[in-house]
């Protein structure tokens, strides 16, 4: 049977969805990526007890579950991340932890690229760390809640979603030097996410497969190039050194390269507080093209709801997430309830975001 939820609320633990703005499928590449923290959040309440009992309840699913903080907490399923953060902190030298009822509620669309499970990583860490009596900074935050949710389950992403999580803002993450972060000033208004309401069955294998034929097609580069160097290489160099037709892996990789390059260019722009609308428009719709034409990310329907938000007036549009369904991010200053309505005329179901804030812990008593 499991616990009953009790007690007064002691501190409540508040973090963000994200939207990958340029540089989709380059951070476990090592290439640069652009993100932004948007303003639906996933919220974690939390309650002492005076045992060594964990309960947790998912208020959104009505699900309860329970587990001693004496020990090791078991998995349950493939990929459980709330006990994967416990046991992450409790082996960074906190063998006891307190009793304490957490309960999970949030606004960030699930299996939609906007990052629901990192947020829901990132926000068990900070929980968990509070009640070790923990001090991590946004970068600790990051780099553990990525050991607890990729490396313990040995799956194949980066650490674009922690660390935009973890910081808050729009964010430019130097992976080559191991994630550096520069907060860009840029100021973003008419950010529109149109859900697609597609869901695929293994995301995860999915990136792990784009992952392995990249890297795999990197090497094959190197045969002709010696010094290839996927941050570095001239997109021309390697364009030029293949003297027969473009294989899929061949394209997918020199894509890589055009989305590292496309990346460089936001960032210039991005750097400015006010951004030109116009060019920001089309750098997104050229991000969109790479990973449709490039990646093979898109799906029918989501290219009917972009199609559909553009003739509304949004200015860019693009696939979130690890693609093949999922959301669209629609930049449409000034015709936020236009493309809107578009988008849901088209059968999916939209909603306007703001850059959000980062990861936050409010003392509640």
Request: a negative charge; one cysteine or more.
């Amino acid at each position: 049977m499991v616990p009953t939820m009790k007690g007064n609320i002691e501190f409540r633990v508040r973090v963000p969805g994200r939207v990958c703005l340029f540089g989709e499928h380059s951070d476990y590449l090592g290439l640069d990526v652009i993100s932004a923290s948007i303003d639906r959040y996933i919220e974690l309440s939390v309650a002492p007890r005076e045992d060594d009992v964990v309960t947790i309840l998912y208020s959104d699913l009505d699900e309860k579950e329970h587990f001693s903080a004496e020990s090791e907490a078991a998995y349950l399923k493939k990929r459980d991340y709330v006990r994967s953060a416990f046991n992450t902190i409790r082996r960074r030298g906190s063998r006891s932890l307190p009793g304490a009822d957490i309960t999970v509620a949030g606004r960030i669309p699930i299996a939609a690229g906007l990052s629901s499970s990192s947020a829901l990583t990132v926000g068990a860490i900070l929980v968990f760390a509070r009640l070790a009596g923990l001090h991590l900074t946004p970068d600790d935050v990051a780099r553990v809640a990525f050991q607890a949710e990729v490396l313990e389950f040995g799956e194949s992403g980066g650490k674009q979603d922690h660390f935009t999580i973890a910081y808050g803002g729009i964010v430019h993450l130097d992976v080559g030097n191991d994630y550096r972060v520069t907060q860009l000033p840029a100021e973003l208004s008419g950010l529109v996410i149109g859900n697609s309401g597609e869901q695929k069955e293994d995301t995860v294998g999915d990136l792990a497969h784009l992952r392995g034929t990249i890297e795999e097609e990197y090497e094959t580069i190197k045969e002709s190039i010696e010094e290839f160097d996927p941050r570095e290489t001239d997109l021309e160099k390697v364009q030029s050194s293949s003297s027969q037709a473009q294989t899929v892996p061949r394209r997918m990789a020199e894509a890589t390269l055009q989305n590292r390059d496309l990346t460089a260019r936001a960032k210039k722009l991005l750097s400015k507080k006010i951004p030109n609308s116009e060019k920001l428009g089309q750098l997104i719709d050229d991000h969109h093209a790479i990973l449709r034409d490039g990646l093979g990310r898109s799906t029918k329907k989501i290219e009917r709801m972009i199609r559909a938000a553009k003739t509304a007036g949004a200015l860019g549009c693009k696939i979130n997430g690890s693609g093949g369904g999922g959301t669209i991010l629609a930049y449409a200053p000034g015709k936020e309830r236009e493309v809107m309505d578009a988008i849901e005329s088209a059968s999916g179901t939209a909603f306007e975001v703001s850059v959000g804030q980062g990861a936050s812990l409010t003392r509640v008593r």
